[in-house]
């Protein structure tokens, strides 16, 4: 590919989602059809430009710590950030303004056991500790979850 083809494509891929597999295959589609026809032919159509998708495969993949203990951590560390950037007085000022205890948002991993934590309206040191252990172990459950899917889902 030509300077400028090369930083078309640079600016197309990055307008992309990271997770829209579909369009990130057809990007590279097109850039493979551009640099093996240079730039000529049939561009809307893999199969007439001899460029498919047996020579072009994307796999999404699934990044996580290799130690079980490891990524608990992290998930607890990034549990307690998101308490330390305002999750409690963001939760409190949509259920108060915004409806949410009618919202499917709700029952959403961290909202749900914020929600139970601030309608219990029991500060105690105690309570924070519940809350925040509910909160985790939820989190974890969840991450555990989708590496059991991942791992069916790969094979």
Same mark, same amino acid.
């Not at 303004?97 to 105690?126: C, F, K, N, W």
């Given at each position: 590919l030509k300077g400028a083809e090369r930083e078309e494509l640079r600016r197309r891929f990055g307008a992309l989602s990271r997770n829209d597999v579909y369009r990130l295959t057809r990007a590279a589609e097109v850039g493979l059809h551009r640099s093996k026809f240079g730039g000529e032919g049939p561009l809307f159509s893999a199969e007439r430009s001899g460029v498919g998708r047996a020579e072009v495969e994307f796999r999404p993949f699934f990044l996580c710590p290799s130690s079980r203990w490891e990524h608990c951590r992290a998930i607890d560390a990034r549990c307690e950030s998101m308490i330390g950037?305002? /999750? /409690?007085?963001? =939760?409190? @000022?949509?259920?108060?303004?915004?409806?949410? /205890? @009618?919202?499917? =948002?709700? /029952?959403?991993?961290?909202? !749900?056991?914020? *929600?139970?934590?601030?309608?219990?309206? #029991?500060?105690?040191? &105690?309570?924070? !500790? #519940? %809350? *925040?252990?509910?909160?985790?172990?939820?989190?974890?459950? %969840?991450?555990?979850?989708?590496?059991?899917?991942?791992? !069916? &889902? =790969?094979?």
């Open positions: 950037k305002g /999750l /409690l007085s963001e =939760v409190g @000022s949509l259920a108060a303004h915004h409806g949410l /205890l @009618s919202s499917p =948002v709700r /029952l959403a991993i961290g909202y !749900r056991q914020t *929600l139970e934590y601030l309608q219990a309206g #029991d500060a105690s040191p &105690e309570a924070f !500790r #519940d %809350y *925040l252990g509910k909160f985790k172990a939820a989190t974890r459950r %969840y991450a555990k979850q989708q590496q059991q899917w991942w791992r !069916r &889902e =790969v094979r």
